[in-house]
């Protein structure tokens, strides 16, 4: 039996057979989420990955790219709250200027644009094809466009940390795909110095981790890493649990620059202003935004948000020397 | 695309295609884990269900009853160790007497014999061959089975709570499988009454209680029935993530029977002790077994007991009226 007739991964062309469609990949071997398919709605070769959307039994409208789901409308709100409000809730004073690496399908531009105090929302996603099939099959992610303070560059978003001013943003969310393909480059060391770079002392840089389940020794690797970009501040691990990713959970990593008074002692550890402790919530839990019909939040609560710092076990022991707090 | 070759649910027979196996359900329609197949050990027809057990390449050895997931060896300990120990650690007093119902794999077994100071535990399985199978392929699970203080009682479980003495038990675990087929009885009133007669003041009963992702409805019926079958305790719903269960979590219902003093008023109200809220853990958490071979937990601590009964916006209000404590 184990030799498979199963096709192999790649893009969302193999994946599909006889009205389902498997996810495979070799980030995940040998396991996948299967879903039946309605009807196929769009199938295009962008500059830089394979884009396809369907129409699921069970999940409404499902986006692919390079065969692996990026969302799907039945359970988007949950990785899309999560990894803006955990982030925004966080911050010692309230957010204005906010940057989103990735994440063109606009999920998180709209639970962004949930707070009147942010001024101004810049994107930086790299394929231009993405937002736009998120304007036609995916309306309630993509209305976080049409709020009059997010601007889109369709450029590189390594390209836009590097060359954005020092200490300008106050939150960075990379809302990136797995570590193969286009998205490899934003699990490296030399973007999370431009990003520490970029964000205000006391600022946080926010970024989609995978899942404890299944890369526990990624995560590790990019927290440590973290934890030696972001010396004097903190590096911090939350979940979410999400019945369409790998495992039905994912994680993000969230990286607070240090103060700016804050520097490290002879002993290496840090002085001045203690670093921000994520864990616990500060700014208000935001509400709707009727201006672009966007509702009550479904997932993130102040309750949620501190729960979600939690550990199992498992997970607490393998990350204890890279995470500042847990 | 929509007329599907895939086979329909039933049997694991029907879901093994070419090296993989993919979880159907009426359960969960229109999806369903895919797990690439190693090596199949073990197939057969017991008294009351299809058995079949599997190498898979990324989880272990996988046990299947009628094509639906059970356990597998990569995270059997999250479900198995969380609706054990919450219960367990939620208890005012050290819990001595404890019974399961189904979990005839003995991994819940495992958990309870941690506790030295329980002094019987019993098992009211079913089905012979699944404790047989759990024996033969699953050794981690099955050494639950060698402790001293076990009874297995292979029987109807509904008869077996029947027939128990009234206030007898400390606490009482449902470890079922879905409500369909076999387990159906085990999510209605009837099972339910008798589980609180059986279960002694302040003693909880705790049941496997589906994902918050697909089955609000039948967590919400079934938190609605157990909320006037513990009149004047509590009942309340804790989660686990786990990868290869539906949606990748679980949950479970937390039902505490009145403390013996509480009786309702004429308001309808519960005069008396306060009902027992599981929220906080009271018992310390427990160790290793090195009798059994039994390591240190790998899931359950006090702080991911709390986090467990923090539930998703949607969720929370959607069970707002049928929970007391969330």
Redesign the interface.
Known sequence: ??????PAPGTADQM?E???Y?ELSPM?????????????LHRAKSDFQDVCVFE????GTVLLLDGVIQCTDK?EF?YQEMIAHVPMCSLERPAKKVLVVGGGDGGVLRELARYPHVEEIHMAEIDKMVPEVSKRFFPEMAVGFSDPRVTLHICDGIKYVEDSPADSYDLIVVDSSDPVGPAEVLFEKPFFEALHRAVRPGGIVCTQAE?L??HLDIIKALATMCKEVFRGGSVSYA?T???T?????IGMLVCAKAHAGEREGEDGKAEGAAPLDPRTPRQPEPGPLPALGVG??????H??H??AF?????A?RALADCLTFQ
Chains 1, 2 share one sequence.
Not at 1 to 6: E, G, T
């Open positions: 039996m184990s030799n498979s007739s199963k599909i006889a009205g389902w498997t995940w071997p040998g396991q996948g989420l299967t879903l039946k398919i309605k009807d196929i699921s039994e069970s999940m359970d949950s899942s389940w299944l979940t649990t999400i019945p990713y790998p495992s039905g959970q009550e939040l479904k997932y993130y609560s309750e949620v501190s729960a939690v550990l199992p076990l498992f607490k």
